[in-house]
């Protein structure tokens, strides 16, 4: 997962050792390395029960990665053969790259996801040359020259040569079938504990959020940071279903909200004391952040969706981004185009070079 959106309130990460860190009794929150500097750390949750560990998230699938998650455990008194549950809150690298590797450590390990993210993982290409020659094509539609995306392919590092996109897409080829297909409010079965599942599209189109009944917590996942917001983008697949992956973000914020007045958990960054405030302020980030990129349209009510990202507040200039950044920019940039025309705001047609040009209504 990688973070683009400017920051919204908070101080950062904590520094603290590598030891299991107890939120709860029996509950515990694990520190995994990234493969990034932005997000150095993604945290799994493990429930101890009768019968061993009931993990929500796993962590990158690398070997440092799996070294610490090990090591954490074995602090705890249990090897990885004692994990019987790992919940996936999506299927992003950081939460479900060392999905294969704990199953093979624990062939018992039910591993569970939200149906409508153990389809959208399976039925994904991400990676192939198909999906990049589709995302190119994608991006030059919304204003992103051809000669641009060929100097960003050529400048970029290929740590994967089998990757058509330059970067290590190997965790997606890393196939997990799930053993629990689950649904919308169902109860998660995790021996002494009262689990349910509330599924919070918007990041990804089945994310899982797992509310903890008897402690008045909520494991966020990505769905909802204490620092930022996570990226929320829209992608060519998503333009072609005509799928508003914002409008699904912003309700789910209201879904976990109308909650109450939760403890947060959430994969990145801090623990979150009040859950309903922190939605408010992501809602109203949001709201700020259409605000911009409707005025980012310009004076002339004509604008590509690159153009309009060049405007908007970044981390850093949009001109700086490598070719895979502002591809990320870019959709999250779409994602709120594609909100804004939903409810009537804005408007787009396509041009006689097939640009999709966007105005104000």
């Known amino acids: 997962m990688q973070i683009l959106e400017a920051s919204v309130g908070g101080t950062g990460w904590p520094d603290a050792p590598w030891e299991p860190e ?15 500097e932005a997000l150095p750390w993604v945290y799994a949750y493990a429930f101890v029960t009768a019968d061993g560990i009931a993990l929500y998230d796993s962590g990158h699938g690398t070997e440092r990665a799996q070294s610490a998650l090990e090591s954490q455990l074995s602090k705890l008194g249990f090897n990885m053969s004692d994990v019987h ?3 996936i809150s999506h299927a992003h690298p950081d ?40 995302n190119n094509h994608w991006m030059v539609r919304h204003g992103i020259s051809k000669s641009e995306i060929a100097k960003g392919f050529s400048a970029g590092t290929n740590s994967d040569k089998s990757s058509a996109d330059g970067r290590d897409n190997s965790w997606f080829s890393k196939r997990i079938n799930p053993d629990i297909l689950l649904a919308d409010g169902q109860k998660i079965d995790v021996n002494g504990w009262e689990l349910q599942a509330h599924w ?4 990804t189109p089945g994310h899982l959020c797992v509310e903890i009944l008897d402690k008045s917590m ?7 940071l204490g620092r930022i917001t996570p990226n929320v983008s829209l992608s060519p697949e998503d333009e072609e279903a005509d799928r508003n992956p914002l409008g699904e973000f912003l309700d789910s914020l209201i879904k976990i909200r109308d909650l109450g007045r939760n403890r947060g958990l959430p994969a990145h960054e801090n623990l979150i004391d009040d859950l309903s405030e922190r939605c408010d302020e992501l809602l109203d980030h949001h709201e700020k952040r259409c605000e911009e990129v409707m005025a980012g349209i310009g004076e002339s009510n004509s604008a590509t969706a690159a153009m309009i990202s060049s405007r908007v507040t970044w981390n850093k200039p949009f ?21 804004l025309s939903d409810i009537g705001k804005i408007s787009s047609f396509t041009d006689a070079s097939e640009n999709v040009i966007w105005r104000r209504v």
């Not at 929150?29 to 990034?36: E, F, H, K």
């Not at 919070?200 to 990041?203: A, D, I, L, S, Y």
């Not at 999250?332 to 594609?338: G, R, Y």
Request: proline share 3%; charged share 20%.
């Open 22 to 36: 107890m939120i709860a009794d029996g509950l515990w929150r694990l520190r995994t390395p990234m493969t990034s």
């Open 85 to 87: 549950t790992l919940m």
């Open 95 to 134: 939460h479900l790259g060392m999905a294969s590797w704990i199953k093979q450590q624990s062939p018992k390990c039910d591993i569970a996801m939200m149906a409508r993210e153990a389809k959208w993982y399976s039925d994904s290409s991400r990676g192939s040359a198909d999906w990049v020659q589709q």
């Open 200 to 203: 919070t599209p918007g990041h």
């Open 218 to 224: 909520v494991l966020t996942g990505d769905h909802i």
């Open 319 to 339: 001109e700086g981004f490598s070719i895979f950044k502002k591809r990320m920019a870019l959709g999250e940039t779409i994602a709120h185009l594609k909100y």
